[in-house]
T-cell receptor
């Protein structure tokens, strides 16, 4: 399977704990996006990487959230001191410079539940 | 500010009926992109179509067609002869000129009944 993969698929944690999610984009896709989707809502943009550079961050990305893409390949999203309001599906998407601008391929998501 | 409105929260149709999903957007940008994505019950978002703001030509792809009207800031999606497999949540998306920031609408849940 050469699609976008995310790990883990599900995560249950206690309030106050730190969690880290991983996204592996499609090979050679230089653009990578993180989104958050709560139940019954559309995905909300969190951040964007072009290669290893984080070029765009949403105001939704509080200082408890940090994302990295150290070598321009996989990316991690860390949430520190989790709160119940962080419970959501975290989606990763990637796209290639060869694709029409903005066309994104989404992973299956990581569902986070904060107790 | 950029905004996408999908006024229809849920739609139910019977198989073989045609259905149109509405999308209205707001942006101050002169160059932007519009998309439709499908999220089936399995959860993974699937890209359907992309339009740029300078191309108002309507598009048809099989049973799917899209009507982009810049004058009314609308980008509506029609499914002809709907099938049960079309049941999903459909999102209209507004993207900036740089492919860096995207605003999703709240989605329309389509149920196609056999």
């Amino acid at each position: 399977d050469t699609g976008v993969s995310q790990d883990p698929r599900h995560k249950i944690t206690k309030r106050g704990q730190n969690v880290t999610f991983r996204c592996d984009p499609i090979s050679e896709h230089n653009r990578l996006y993180w989104y958050r989707q709560t139940l019954g809502q559309g995905p909300e943009f969190l951040t964007y990487f072009q290669n290893e550079a984080q070029l765009e961050k949403s105001r939704l990305l509080s200082d408890r959230f940090s994302a990295e893409r150290p070598k321009g390949s996989f990316s991690t999203l860390e949430i520190q001191r989790t709160e119940q309001g962080d419970s959501a599906m975290y989606l990763c998407a990637s796209s290639s410079r060869r694709e029409p601008l903005g066309t994104q391929y989404f992973g299956p998501g990581t569902r986070l539940l904060v107790l | 500010a950029q905004k996408v409105t999908q006024a229809q929260t849920e739609i139910s149709v019977v198989e073989k009926e045609d259905v149109t999903l509405d999308c209205v957007y707001e942006t101050r940008d002169t160059t932007y992109y519009l998309f439709w994505y499908k999220q089936p019950p399995s959860g993974e978002l699937v890209f359907l179509i992309r339009r740029n703001s300078f191309d108002e030509q309507n598009e048809i792809s099989g049973r799917y067609s899209w009507n982009f009207q810049k004058s009314t800031s609308s980008f509506n999606f029609t499914i002809t002869a709907s099938q049960v497999v079309d049941s999903a949540v459909y999102f209209c998306v507004l993207g900036d000129n740089y492919g860096q920031n995207f605003v999703f609408g709240p989605g329309t849940r389509l149920s196609v009944l056999p």
